[in-house]
């Protein structure tokens, strides 16, 4: 295919996505000319490209199109069915680019029927004020001139006159753009864009940038300037512009180029991939390099090396990037998508998109895009009501469905909300059954959540009928399993009446990814940690449980059953009987990586063993499976390149790659979807059981269970705390714990944990011991005690009032008195913010010191602060944008303050502040702005803009503190 | 039958020993020979893949041809010597005992596999030469990975 013509392809498509996505919001939001503005370039583009290259049909629907979006940007009304024909235009185009693509001609036919219902449409389409008009009918001709051939098109454009023609009136609207097309054609500024155009872009494209740019480039600004204006004013605005143009061509110039020219080049993916792995090797060779140098005291090496291996670092980082794109690439099509299922299903649908920049190496991007189109389908289709049945429940007309994509720890995390009906587990439970896709006995034993996740088994599906959307069969599963593909996991939540979650999260690349090195009989394994959910570790001391179910092995983990499997066993290193037998209790201690998906279980773990003492227990969490596997070490976490493995080894399922460590080891990488499978089938039965005894478990929970533990070494009386209260057990070492002032503390997790004494024994202060953490939002406080008994389920019955401070009383547990530790009264002693907190939880918010609504485009900043300042007592509403801070103002309810981020796209905070004081309520309501730029000047703007205080942004204390005075002389006045 | 153009071209076959039987590779086929270290297991392959292994930065997928060619091993070898090959665009390494000299055949010298030849030879083999006294059996690579694709398969 020419070249050129293949570059018009790609920019055609690019631009065509662009539009589509333009069109809905301009349904949404008529009176965005500048999105109109954008609409009509880039239709424009597309049309006289079309024409330099002779493909009349294209052109001539890109030309009917633009007639009727000029129409539209001239001010006519713009109706459903308007922007229905436009999309259908841009159908077409699609359609005849596509056919253009796959044979190198335009296809045979013509589109005068469509021609001719979008020309309809711009004749109906009246500007107020006066009737119709002949827009583009004179650059036709021009472009028209330049074509070869027009054989096939000369008919239609002939059609196209005579209807247009037979309006009068409209002859005064044709002058003017043709005096628009003259001005800009004949404006100096013309030529030197061109040429700048041409030196960027290279020779082989002049001809064709001559004719596109200034089209495109040009109208930038009259569209946007003149709409709202009379046809008067227009004129006299073209050549007000027209002169300034030539007066100052100068600023000018450097308009366009910030406008349109970026330094880019485009590069063949080939390429990229290319250097993509000469960089994974360099990687290699550097890791390699490395563990020599380390080796080696005292060699000249050193500084080369280190010197190398910083120089490799930038590069491969350089390199991630230039595979990097924007989310939103995937994302483009989505508006156009709902708009047209809405329509089809009879549903209005709102579709918010957050994040959209954030960036994801391509390759993951490709995998994702279909996964995700047909996610959002299903939203539609399934998740939400028709607008009656919203109406009927009292929800919003309009159903709302909020994608986000953000970063996270080297991940990427999509979410897809709506606010509809929620999946209907009955219905699931009862499709699944029918379908037979589980056993009637296995549906018993599930959780609710299990249930849901249901939905993902292959040959699912609810709708109660087959219809266009969804319902095909086609499902979930595929969903499921395109994005377990590139080493992704999805999840959902899902609440009745109130809508689903989904919840992916993808490595951000598939080719180098960071890896948990463990060993068994000594061979190395690499486990992505994508899947690790956490450590534990097995040893003598432990006050642990590993059980035996039916011969199985499980493990106790926070009052969960997990299967466990030796890897071992499951890469059959050796048949040795696996020795795991129960035992009494010792004491426990839990070396975990906190994972993102936090289980509301309290982190307590409970293993007896003596598998081999020091073994690890991996936990994994794949799909809605969480198990253990035991392994003799746990080296290191290393970045490790990914390399396929040979085509002879591919059908073990159990590994997903292979990688050359920096010692020059070559390991296997284990695929935790494989290990999974070949779980089920190792061990389904015990997998059952632990299920069961599971649940059975956790409803003994619901009882009361409570620690027991000795405060000190002399073990006199042992003592007992609620479980729930206790987040996490640790060991420490008392050589780490150091004394402030007063208060003894201890690094824990990147910060520094009080630790409260329960006895004064000095002997408590050597060795290691025992802590219990104790967990409020962002603060921990540690109980040193000196040895965990046990944990047992049973009815808290105090039978003796305690007199002594810091004991709630007496009960008897095991047949022993326990005296029953009172946390409240050393929280509330030793630390009074925790006890605010606390207290609060106690109160059931019923002592709320104000209600604020904090605005920040950045949902990690919101996630960030809204836990702070609930815990400080205040009612938190959040919202994501000016808009829809606005929108809860004006619908749901009124705020003791507003807090907003300056830095936000669309409506910043200075906007949004502006708009709130025309909202009279709002008028002397307090508004705070949170930035991060806190620079004298910002500082006085925003005083100018009527914000009445200004917060740097991660300056929590300081945003604590200033709540605090405003609300108590708020209260006070 | 391995395939010549023309009578009287010759083709280069660079012999292998394994367990004193002469095998013979086609020579454009062979992209190294090396002394495999470390290699690395890999559990729950088949018994004749022994293991990964990094050569200069590369991973390599190494071959037992004892194993592959069924030959008990009488003799605890010491000295493994591995031919390296491509095969898809993957590297594999076929563990032999001894690399032979390189010998130059024309078409003539090319005999088909005789049929009192083992089951898993004839398998893997594409023909097979008399070579002064000793019988020079010409293994097929592609026949190799067929092999041991359709036993994975199984």
């Not at chain 1, 100052?248 to 290319?274: D, F």
């Not at chain 1, 690790?532 to 493990?555: F, G, Q």
């Not at chain 1, 073990?652 to 296997?668: A, D, K, W």
Request: hydrophobic share 40%.
């Amino acid at each position: 295919m020419d070249e050129l013509i293949a570059e018009f392809l790609e920019e055609t498509n690019e631009s065509l996505d662009v539009v589509d996505e333009q069109l809905v919001t301009f349904e949404k939001t008529p009176d965005d000319k500048e999105i109109l503005g954008n609409i009509f370039r880039l239709v424009h583009t597309i049309k006289g490209t079309c024409g330099f290259l002779g493909l009349s049909r294209l052109e001539k629907v890109a030309h009917a199109g633009e007639n009727l979006i000029g129409k539209f940007r001239d001010g006519a009304i713009v109706t459903a069915q308007a922007v229905t024909i436009v999309l259908q235009g841009l159908d077409r185009i699609k359609y005849i680019v596509a056919e253009i693509q796959k044979t190198g001609k335009e296809p045979e036919g013509n589109d005068n029927e469509l021609i001719d219902t979008i020309n309809t449409m711009a004749k109906k389409s009246l500007l107020p004020g006066q009737e119709a008009d002949v827009p583009t009918e004179k650059k036709t001709k021009k472009t028209s001139k330049k074509k070869q051939e027009k054989e096939q098109g000369n008919e239609t454009v002939k059609k196209t006159e005579t209807t247009i023609v037979e309006d009068d009136e409209e002859q005064s609207q044709d002058i003017s753009l043709e005096e628009l097309e003259r001005i800009w054609n004949e404006t100096e500024v013309d030529e030197q864009i061109v040429n700048k155009n041409v030196n960027v872009k290279g020779n082989e494209l002049q001809d064709k940038e001559q004719i596109e740019t200034p089209s495109s480039e040009q109208k930038e600004k009259p569209p946007v300037n003149f709409v709202q204006e009379s046809q008067q004013k227009i004129q006299e605005e073209i050549s007000r512009q027209n002169d300034e143009a030539k007066a100052k061509p100068e600023p000018q110039r450097a308009t366009a180029e910030s406008i349109g020219m970026q330094q880019t080049i485009r590069v063949n993916v080939a390429t990229l991939e290319n250097l993509m792995n000469t960089v994974s090797e360099l990687v290699l060779t550097r890791n390699q390099l490395q563990d020599m140098v380390r080796k080696e005291q005292d060699t000249i090496f050193k500084a080369p090396v280190q010197r190398l291996s910083n120089v490799t670092a930038d590069l491969q980082e350089n390199i991630m990037k230039t595979r990097m794109q924007p989310i939103g690439n995937a994302w483009q099509k989505l508006p156009r998508i709902v708009r047209d299922l809405s329509r089809e299903l009879n549903k209005k649908v709102n579709l918010q998109m957050n994040g959209s920049e954030t960036e994801l190496d391509r390759q993951v991007l490709e995998m994702i895009r279909d996964p995700l189109t047909h996610m959002v389908r299903n939203s539609v289709d399934h998740g939400l009501e028709t607008t009656q049945m919203r109406k009927d429940l009292g929800k919003s007309e309009t159903g709302q469905i909020v994608l986000s994509a953000y970063h996270q720890g080297g991940y990427i995390i999509i979410e897809l909300s709506d606010d509809g009906k929620g999946l209907d587990l009955g219905r699931i439970k009862q499709k699944c059954l029918e379908l037979e896709l589980i056993k009637p006995d296995e549906l018993e034993k599930m959780t609710e959540k299990q249930i849901a996740t249901l939905i993902f088994r292959p040959g699912f599906s609810t709708a109660e009928k087959v219809t266009n959307v969804s319902g095909r069969g086609v499902g979930m599963d595929v969903v499921r399993n395109n994005i377990e593909l590139i080493g992704g996991i999805i999840d959902l939540s899902t609440q009745k009446g109130e809508g689903s979650k989904f919840t992916i999260k993808i490595p951000l690349t598939l080719a180098i990814v960071s890896a948990l090195i463990v060993g068994v009989k000594g061979e190395h394994f690499a486990i992505p940690q994508l899947s690790v959910v956490e450590l534990v570790r097995v040893n003598e001391n432990t006050n642990s449980y590993i059980e035996k179910i039916n011969h199985a092995p499980v493990l106790r983990l926070r009052d969960k059953l997990l299967p466990l499997l030796h890897l071992k066993d499951l890469l059959v290193l050796n048949n040795d009987e696996k020795d795991i037998h129960s035992q009494t209790s010792e004491k426990s201690s839990a070396m975990t990586e906190e994972s993102v998906n936090k289980r509301k279980n309290i982190d307590v773990v409970n293993t007896e063993t003596e598998i081999n003492k020091n073994d690890f227990i991996v936990v994994m969490h794949v799909g809605d499976k969480v198990f253990g596997i035991v392994v003799d070490h746990v080296f290191d976490t290393e970045e490790i390149v990914v390399k396929p493995v040979a085509n002879i080894l591919r059908n073990i399922s159990i590994y997903s790659g292979i990688t050359i460590l920096g010692s020059g080891t070559v390991i296997m990488i284990l695929d935790p979807n494989g290990i999974s499978q070949a779980f089920g089938e190792n061990n389904s039965n015990t997998e059952n059981y632990a299920e069961k005894a599971s649940d059975q478990n956790q409803r003994a929970v619901l009882t009361n269970s409570m620690l027991l533990f000795y405060k000190d070494r002399k073990k006199r009386m042992p003592m007992a705390v609620p479980l729930e209260l206790i987040t996490r057990l640790e060991e420490i070492k008392t050589e780490n714990i150091e004394y402030s002032v007063d208060r003894a503390v201890v690094k824990y997790r990147g910060k520094l944990m009080p630790l409260i004494f329960l006895s004064n024994d000095d002997d408590m202060k050597a060795g290691i011991i025992n802590v219990l953490v104790f967990t409020r939002g962002e603060f921990s406080v540690g109980f040193v005690v000196s040895e965990i008994i046990d944990i047992i389920d049973e009815n808290l019955n105090i039978e003796m009032h305690a007199e002594e401070n810091g004991i709630l009383g007496t009960a008897i547990f095991l047949g022993n008195a326990t005296e029953v530790l009172d946390v409240g009264y050393y929280l509330n002693k030793d630390f009074s913010k925790w006890f605010l907190s606390t207290e609060r939880d106690l109160n059931s918010y019923k002592n709320v010191l104000g209600s604020l609504l904090l605005v920040d485009d950045s949902s990690f900043f919101l996630n960030m602060l809204t836990p702070v300042l609930k815990a400080a007592g205040y009612d938190v509403v959040t919202a994501k944008s000016g808009e829809e801070a606005l929108h809860i103002i004006e619908t749901y309810q009124e705020f003791d303050l507003v807090i907003t981020d300056i830095e936000m796209p669309n409506m910043n905070g200075f906007e949004l502040t502006e708009k709130l004081r025309k909202i009279p309520k709002y008028r002397e309501k307090s508004i705070f702005a949170l930035t991060g730029d806190y620079t004298s000047e910002s500082i006085q703007r925003g005083h100018q803009s009527g914000f009445d205080n200004y917060i740097a942004k991660f300056d929590r204390e300081g945003l604590l503190e200033l709540l605090k005075i405003f609300f108590t002389e708020n209260k006070a006045a | 039958m391995v395939e010549f153009a023309d009578e009287n071209i010759v083709k280069e076959y660079i012999t292998a020993k394994i367990d004193n039987q002469l095998f013979g590779f086609d020579i454009s086929e062979i992209l190294d020979v090396f002394v495999p270290q470390s290699i690395t297991r890999v559990p729950l392959a088949r018994p004749e893949i022994s293991g990964v292994l990094n050569l200069r930065g590369r991973i390599v997928t190494v071959i037992d041809m004892y194993c592959l060619l069924d030959i008990k091993r009488n003799v605890q070898r010491t000295n493994k010597i591995a031919v390296g090959i491509s095969h898809k665009s993957a590297l594999y390494g076929l563990l032999i005992d001894e690399i032979g000299e390189v010998v130059k055949l024309k078409k003539s010298d090319i005999e088909s596999i005789p049929d009192t030849l083992d089951e898993k030879w004839r398998s893997v083999s594409s023909s097979v030469v008399q070579l002064s006294g000793n019988l020079l059996v010409i293994l097929n690579i592609a026949k190799i990975f067929d092999i041991i694709m359709v036993q994975n398969a199984a």
